[in-house]
């Protein structure tokens, strides 16, 4: 079993298309990658994130350890999405 074999295994839609289009070169079109480009915000990692987005956009915590300042914590949380794959366009980065 190869690496990519491994990462592609993982339930992840977010991770399994960074690892078709970033390590294995696959185009936009492909299928594969355009179904997992759909099923991203379903992503437990991104669902969880947008979830605890509050009303103002930024956020107070990212996860339960976190004792970060809010302007810290929500620029991780856009960090997290950025590094993702979603941009500008994407509703909660607009927000953070």
Do not use: K, N
Not at 24 to 29: S, T, Y
Not at 31 to 49: G, T
Not at 68 to 86: D, V
């Amino acid at each position: 079993m190869t690496w990519a074999a491994l990462l592609l295994a993982d339930p992840s839609p977010c991770l399994r298309l960074l690892v078709l289009r970033e390590l294995l070169g696959r185009p936009e079109g492909d299928d594969e990658v355009r179904e997992l480009r759909d099923l991203r915000e379903q992503d437990p990692i991104v669902a969880d994130l947008v979830a605890s987005q509050q009303p103002d956009g930024a956020w107070e915590r990212v996860d339960a350890r976190s004792q970060l300042s809010p302007l810290r914590t929500t620029a991780l949380a856009l960090s997290r999405l950025g590094y993702l794959g979603f941009g500008p366009d994407h509703l909660a980065v607009r927000r953070g």
